[in-house]
């Protein structure tokens, strides 16, 4: 049992010290570590923390330790919590990359700029707490502002070989009677994919044991065991309770309290003692409550102003619930809510009033317009001008949450009820961009509607199609598109708009796809008046237009030329990351793999410029299925694994990440009880709208059957996505039609499938359309013409990105050859399959190469790797394909959103398992 310092007493927690001594002692050998410490109030997670600062064996030195604890009158603050945690490492700044530097020095009001985005800031923080070994504690978490949270959150994340720990401290409620569940405060999935411990009371003989050591005189033991019990363990609890039980109470002559005080009501057994307290020093204590954060010269004169000061706050010192001359320094944050909660409404009004006078400046000029806002009960237009004001600052700093909060109260705040209505949907804009859906619904849920008119009823009804995708309404896809139309019939004449929200409308209907509830008619109709000139979004609605109304030949020059402008390399960063998804579609259309896989690549370094991680995240999706599609699955492979490392590091919860599973791969794999799980895959697409989704793991399903030869079932599925006699979409499924249906005795069905391919494939006229035309008209032809075209075939693939289909093609030239009893030739093609199969990884078609190499008396030889990559993580392949390429290790930090001591923790294992000792010998290991 612990024991150290009169008031820092920890009793029965020598798990949780040993667990802090651990971590600690592990960051000296240069190991990072993050834990969460959550529990009810008074559990003690402060004293547990204050531990692991002074009291551990391990503890680090003073100057290595920085510790903050969230303020609730600052939540509302863009990275105040950060920014005071960062301070005394911000004279180090200068060692940031730019982007970095820029993005810190804008969140924390250093200087002017872009607004920061959210994860540049973190990727700072990142590096600056990582630059030397210290330990980090964020208490009170729950009343962080939700930018530092956040980013405190995917630094915590992303910690590996700093030398850091970082502990935080949150708060959850009591048990809820109903649910059986605690509620957590503040963001879900916060802190998702972090270590947690959780804090419960103290063990019976241990809360005996501190309520003895608190009780001034004899304790009758059995009532020491009742109020242990009746406490639940609680530190916080036992100790003001000990202190505060009468003499008779103590031999038991008198009851307890009933309900003892513990949890959520102490807050009621504080703001009971507060309100015996004089008049002035109820005023003193709620307003030092409610200045929290703020200057201490500026209390003082609010102070003043309400006739009240430091003097009057002896009746709170001498009961222990507050200390220290400005700041005032509340035993505990439940008695900070406590004596604020408690006051009445004139009475805050009355303190933010004084606060809102004393604070002057221009830095403080958002701190004013909060006091302003909470001192006014009644409409006021200038405050709420004010108000708003203050919001655009909080969003020229990359403060969308903030920024939604002062546009709320602004609202609330506003006369007129169209200006009201206007700030409303401003505000939902500002919590969508805040990452907050379910908040923007319900605020625009408040809105009256027809009050709305033009721009400002564009973008509500925009924000809405936002918010119920993102949100996970089920039926938000397919709604999504018609808000997007009335949203652009709502623009009018502002064009430029009107356009942004049909191309919306249109990447939302080329998701739902079969599943929407508008049909592509309807949206190209919309589309058409906006469609043309070179303005690119004019282009995209142009192509889509084309590809609806036109035939396949005719669209596809409209589609390229939209396409050639999203592959511009002069395309603006912003613009590129908005419309790459459409236009990586638009060339999936057009068998246009070589634009595709450039606009995926300068998306991707965009996104990594920029910070931009949502979008890099859907990147790394898009490019998994497309190299799915094209059978490099090594690739898909590489490029899944960075966006599962990426969800985790921006605290994507286990639900979400059902939604960024890839059956489409694992099809390839054809693993135990595949069906089943690609199954309930197809329940959750359809579930929610995700038609295209929905169509891909259904097609891959039946490349699935026609590797295992199942030739009926993959007709009948092929048949449900393509729709023959009119080619669109889904061209790039006519091949596999093509094998299935003439496989399974359909030749009339293969001929049609056929005969719509050579229309898509002759009017793209990119090798990988020509050469599958060529591999399906080989298996319709006549023995005396197949094989020209399965070479044709060979030749026009081996030039392409589409290794699967070359594979295929040298499966089914090897299928023929052997059946015409060529034994050597056909030998050589399934061999050669067979092995580009099993490089990677495509097993249910290796199986079946394999197959036709027994029936010639050969046995399968599995590829060998061309090098020893496979011995290492995904996240030490990632570092050493980069370091192959010369990159610094501060640039491999950047790319891959580690810190350059974690790059270095990798490279050094890369070394040690490849058997090199230099870059260059990597270079010469790690063949391409």
């Known amino acids: 049992m612990r024991l150290f310092g009169q008031d820092d007493r920890l009793f029965g927690r020598d798990s949780e010290c040993a667990r802090l001594d651990g971590l600690l002692r592990e960051a000296r050998g240069g190991r990072s570590a993050a834990l969460v410490l959550r529990g009810e109030a008074g559990v003690g997670k402060t004293a547990l923390l204050r531990y692991a600062r002074t009291g551990s064996p391990s503890a680090p030195a003073p100057g290595s330790v920085l510790t903050i604890s969230g303020v609730e009158s600052e939540a509302g603050f863009p990275y ?32 002017d700029g872009p607004p920061a985005d959210l994860f540049l800031v973190s990727l700072a923080a990142l590096t600056l707490l990582a630059a030397a070994p210290r330990l980090c504690v964020v208490d009170d978490v729950h009343w962080l502002d939700p930018e530092s949270a956040r980013a405190l959150a995917f630094v915590a994340r992303r910690l590996h070989a700093e030398g850091v720990v970082l502990l935080f401290g949150q708060r959850i409620a009591p048990d809820d009677p109903l649910s059986g569940r605690r509620a957590v405060p503040g963001e879900p999935g916060l802190f998702a994919g972090l270590d947690v411990l959780e804090i419960t009371g103290l063990p019976r003989d241990a809360a005996m044991a501190l309520l003895s050591d608190v009780v001034p005189g004899e304790l009758d033991l059995s009532l020491a065991e009742q109020i242990a019990e009746s406490t639940g363990g609680n530190p916080l609890a036992l100790t003001d309770l000990g202190r505060e039980l009468t003499t008779d109470q103590l031999r038991g002559a008198s009851p307890l309290p009933d309900p003892v005080p513990i949890g959520s009501r102490l807050e009621s057994h504080y703001a009971a003692r507060v309100r015996g307290y004089p008049p002035a020093t109820r005023t003193w204590l709620v307003l030092a409550a409610a200045g929290a954060g703020g200057r201490t010269d500026q209390l003082l004169e609010a102070a003043r102003r309400l006739g009240t000061g430091p003097e009057q706050a002896a009746p709170a010192e001498s009961d222990r619930l507050v200390t220290g001359f400005p700041p005032l320094d509340f035993r505990h944050p439940l008695v900070r809510s406590a004596v604020y909660g408690d006051a009445v409404p ?51 700093r990359g403060g969308h949450t903030a920024r939604a909060g002062f546009l709320t109260r602004a609202a609330e705040l506003t006369p007129a009820p169209e200006a009201r209505a206007v700030r409303q949907v401003r505000a939902a804009g500002a919590a969508m961009a805040a990452g907050a859906p379910a908040r923007a619904l319900l605020l625009l849920d408040h809105v009256d509607e027809p009050l709305l008119t033009g721009r400002a009823r564009g973008e509500a009804l925009l924000t809405r199609a936002f918010a119920i995708i993102n949100a996970g309404v089920p039926t938000g896809q397919r709604d999504a598109v018609a808000l997007c139309l009335a949203a652009a019939e709502a623009f009018g004449p502002d064009r430029g708009r009107a356009r942004q929200a049909l191309v919306q409308g249109i990447e939302h ?41 036109a035939g396949y030949p005719d669209c596809v020059p409209v589609v390229r030329r939209a396409v050639a402008a999203i592959a511009d390399p002069g395309l603006p960063d912003e613009i590129l990351l908005s419309r790459f998804a459409i236009g990586v579609n638009f060339c999936t259309l057009t068998w246009d793999e070589e634009n595709k896989t450039d606009i995926l690549a300068r998306a991707e370094q965009a996104a990594r410029r920029t910070g931009a991680l949502h979008r890099l995240d859907l990147i790394h999706f898009i490019t998994t299925m497309t190299c799915a599609a094209l059978g490099r699955l090594d690739e898909a492979d590489r490029h899944d694994a960075a966006g599962q490392r990426l969800r985790r590091a921006i605290g994507a919860t286990a639900e979400q990440e059902l939604v960024w599973r890839h059956p489409e791969l694992i099809t390839w794999r054809a693993p135990d009880g595949i069906r089943e799980s690609v199954g309930q895959a197809l329940e959750v697409f359809a579930m929610l709208h995700l038609g295209g989704m929905h169509a891909v793991t259904r097609l891959h399903l039946a490349l699935l059957d026609i590797a295992d030869s199942r030739w009926a079932p993959a007709r009948e599925l092929l048949l449900t996505i393509v729709d023959l006699g009119h080619p669109r979409r889904y061209a790039w499924a006519l091949p596999e039609l093509v094998e299935a249906a003439l496989r399974a005795g359909d030749r009339q069905t293969a001929k049609a499938a056929y005969d719509d391919l050579e229309t898509t494939a002759r009017a793209s006229g990119t090798p990988w359309a020509l050469g599958l035309l060529d591999r399906s008209r080989a298996l319709l032809a006549g023995p005396d013409r197949a094989e020209a075209h399965y070479r044709a075939a060979i030749e026009k693939l081996d030039g392409t990105p589409a290794h699967g289909d070359l594979a295929r093609a040298r499966l089914l030239y090897g299928e023929w050859l052997r059946r015409r009893r060529r034994r050597r030739d056909a030998r050589e093609q399934l061999a050669t399959a067979c092995e580009m199969f099993e490089r990677v ?27 020893d990559e496979s011995a290492l993580t995904p996240q030490e392949a990632a570092v050493a394909r980069l370091a192959r390429t010369g990159a610094t290790n501060a640039e491999i930090a950047a790319h891959l959103f580690l810190s350059p001591s974690t790059v270095d923790y990798h490279l050094r294992k890369v070394f040690r398992k490849l058997g090199v000792s230099s870059r260059r010998q990597l270079r010469v290991t790690l063949q391409d």
């Open 80 to 111: 105040a919590g950060l920014h005071r945690l960062l301070i005394p490492l911000l004279p180090d700044r200068d060692r940031l990359p730019v982007a970095q530097r820029s993005a810190l020095e804008v969140a924390c009001g250093l200087t």
């Open 346 to 396: 004139a009475q805050r009004r009355a303190v933010h009033a004084a606060l809102a006078e004393a604070t002057t400046g221009p830095a403080d000029a958002d701190r004013r317009a909060w006091h302003l806002g909470a001192a006014t009960a009644a409409p006021d237009e200038s405050v709420a001008a004010e108000l708003e004001r203050g919001a655009d600052r909080a969003g020229a």
């Open 841 to 867: 990884g495509a097993h249910a078609f290796a199986r079946r190469a394999a197959t036709e190499l027994a029936a010639l008396g050969e046995i399968a030889r599995t590829a060998v790797p061309e090098n």
């Open 509 to 549: 209907v080329l998701s739902a796809e079969h599943l929407g509830g508008t049909s592509e008619p309807e949206v190209a109709a919309a589309a058409a008046p906006l469609a043309g000139d070179d303005h690119i979004d004019g282009l995209l609605l142009a192509a889509y237009t084309a590809f609806v109304v």
